[in-house]
């Protein structure tokens, strides 16, 4: 199956590869901002329109867990299902125990100003990367202090990056993915991509090219960056 779901059409929908058909996992949603899945595929995440955080568990298609809000415009879960994250407006991040339903940690990153956070967990869950405003912080989820935090480019320094077709576009970090095996962070805001390396906080790398103008959603596999 492939998991949809639309910010203006509330639950989010199964939908089977080979016939297309459409299934919503729950009926009386709001609309969905952002989803993340457990390691073993059986619990979903959505940060939903109301800033609240929803539980689906996609076997049996039921809300299992509410997370209150404000503030669930970007969600991340650990592999393990155990800690939520959650970015919200105003650089906003809240860490839930999931099992408890109650935050275990609280950051405000000053340098969003008006702007969302955005929270990606690695991989192997031992560390968070927050991007807020004009800057990433990577830290470790066992102490919950900062490995290192780097400012981000918003627009790209390559002549013909992004062409001027919008002049206005999204401010502060779009979107952030982890590789497979957590050495690398894609990072995408509304005028620049690029690869930073996760040991050193370095940037390694920019991305992009073409007519792109934003990149929205980013994956990294073991070789190259999608997006």
Known sequence: HLIVARPSQGAPALIERATGKETPISRGASGVMDLALTKDGKTLVAG???????IWNLITGEIVGVLEGPGSSSVSVTPDG???????????????????????????????????????FSNDGQFLAIGAGESVTLRNTQSWEASWNSTVPMKSQAPGFFPGTFPDPPKGIQQMAFSPDDHLLAISTGGHAGVWDTRTGRKRYAIGGGGMQSLMEMALSGRRTHS
Request: glycine share 6%; no cysteine.
């Open 82 to 120: 155990r800690l939520v994250a959650t970015g919200g407006s105003r650089g906003l991040v809240k860490i839930y125990d999931r099992t408890t339903s109650q935050v275990v940690k609280t950051w405000n990153e000053e340098e969003a100003e008006n702007q969302a956070a955005i929270v990606r």
């Open 48 to 54: 939903m329109s109301d800033e609240s955080v929803k």
